[in-house]
């Protein structure tokens, strides 16, 4: 007959690894802090012709760890940054005003009084 052993193993017995002390607080503060990056591409192929290729880049960090690294795009996104929406609006709103001042320029005033004779 086969023994399957006892469960828990003795205290005796030799664990394979030490156990894991940490709970998923400072897993997520490790990683945060250095940051991780997961990438992996997906590409079908049909008859050696390429059909499809997906490239997936994920990179997690905090804020600070981004900066660090040169990433700081949500800053300058107007969907997801307030500052960037209103310095959106007022640059359309200067160049608008840009575009209505030469229409205006353009117009010749003697035209003008003409037609409203």
Known sequence: MTDVGTWPPAADEAQPYAPVTGNLADLLERVLDKGIVIAGDIKIDLLDIELLTIRLRLFIASVDTARKAGID??????????RAAKDALAQENALLRERLAALEGASDPDDEREGSR
């Open 73 to 82: 795009w949500w800053e300058t996104d107007p969907a997801l940054s307030s």
